[in-house]
């Protein structure tokens, strides 16, 4: 019997690793340095626009950036003060520290971007806008 048990958590542990190291598909193949134009977006027809983004504590600069639907965007983000990352919502796009992330901007709007790493007490008002018109 004990032999039965010893068997029956093998195989229940070995399941839980397996499933575990399939990961999270939601972020396969994204966020890598260079690239992260993903599959399913509009090729660009379009110019190439690249931004900086500084982050310190509590801000970003610039707080806006404009394009033109279609455009191929160019994003760096470099931390001045203080750990942070960049999430664009409505475009599913984060940027870490030192990274530099390339999108088709194919829908118009206004896209806020925050802080995606709590950086502290003023971490609610790191918000800019990305506006493509």
């Not at 010893?6 to 399941?15: E, Q, R, Y």
């Not at 801000?59 to 806006?64: K, L, N, R, Y």
């Not at 664009?88 to 790493?117: H, M, Q, R, V």
């Amino acid at each position: 019997m004990k032999k039965w048990l010893k068997m029956l958590g093998l195989a229940v542990g070995v399941s839980m690793i397996i499933s575990a190291c399939g990961g999270n598909s939601d972020n396969a193949g994204s966020n890598s340095g260079s690239g992260n134009s993903g599959s399913g977006q509009s090729a660009s027809t379009g110019e190439t626009k690249s931004f900086e983004i500084k982050a310190k504590n509590w801000a970003f600069e610039p707080t806006e950036i404009r394009v033109n639907k279609g455009d191929t965007v160019e994003i760096k983000l470099v931390n001045e003060e203080g750990m942070h990352e960049v999430e664009i919502k409505g475009y599913g796009k984060k940027i870490k520290d030192s990274e530099t992330i390339t999108f088709t901007a194919d829908k118009a709007g206004e896209f806020e971007f925050i802080c995606s790493l709590f950086c502290g007490t003023g971490h609610d008002d790191m918000i800019g806008k990305l506006i493509v018109e």
